[in-house]
């Protein structure tokens, strides 16, 4: 059973870059869309973006110009960096897979981000 | 970029009872309409993919119709489990969009 699990800082400052890794177990991140996706409190989900077979990338217009997905397959992670961050990246941020028809058939169990000095 | 709407935000049932859940969106999305199910702390499920196809292992209580801009999950005689927030997620266009969600609620 593919099983994904997001890592990282649960606070940062406004204005730094908000990192974090999404570990996949139970299957090969070869060959899958691996992407970010968040909910701010209150309010809907927002897709960031995602990384496909080592590289290949497409991001949300509205984040695109703060926005980096990565993949690491030596070591079955991917990860996401999102640069000057404000309040407003305040979200519970998941990873998730999808094949090429955008299912997004797993899911990390999110984890909360909080933008504060 | 496609804007989803859901409604009702809330939906107050009692077990047994149907669930019907809408997703409208702000232009034509050609059927690829996804429902997931969100239970908090654990990952969203894939319910319903492209309207009306259930995912590998889903209940046939759950169902999922429409076209165009007006869409519905239906959940029949809803089981103790069922309790969750539901949202719907468009592929028909990029970005990928996603509803505001619907919270079904004892």
């Known amino acids: 059973q593919v099983q994904l699990q997001e890592s990282g800082p649960g606070l940062v400052k406004p204005a730094e870059t908000l990192s974090l890794t999404c570990t996949v177990s139970?299957?090969?991140?070869?060959?899958?869309?691996w992407s970010w996706i968040r909910q701010p409190p209150g309010k809907g989900l927002e897709w960031i973006g995602y990384?496909?077979?080592?590289?290949?990338?497409n991001y949300n217009p509205s984040l695109k110009s703060r926005v980096t997905i990565s993949e690491d397959t030596s070591k079955n992670q991917f990860s996401l960096k999102l640069s000057s961050v404000t309040a407003a990246d305040t979200a519970v941020y998941y990873c998730a897979r999808s094949g090429g028809t955008w299912h997004f058939n797993y899911w990390g169990q999110g984890t909360l981000v909080t933008v504060s000095s | 970029e496609i804007v989803l709407t859901q409604s009702p935000a809330t939906l107050s049932l009692s077990p047994g009872e149907k669930a019907t859940l809408s997703c409208r969106a702000s232009q034509s999305v050609r059927g690829y309409l996804l429902w997931y199910q969100h239970k908090p702390g654990q990952a969203p499920r894939l319910l319903i993919y492209?309207?009306?196809t259930r995912a590998t292992g889903i209940p046939a209580r759950f169902s999922g119709s429409g076209s165009g801009t007006d869409f519905t999950l239906t959940i029949s005689n809803l089981e103790p489990e069922d309790f969750a927030v539901y949202f719907c997620q468009q592929r028909s266009a990029w970005p990928l969009t996603f509803g505001g969600g619907t919270n079904v609620e004892i």
């Open positions: 990384v496909y077979n080592n590289g290949n990338t």
């Open positions: 492209d309207t009306s």
């Open positions: 139970g299957g090969s991140i070869s060959n899958y869309y």
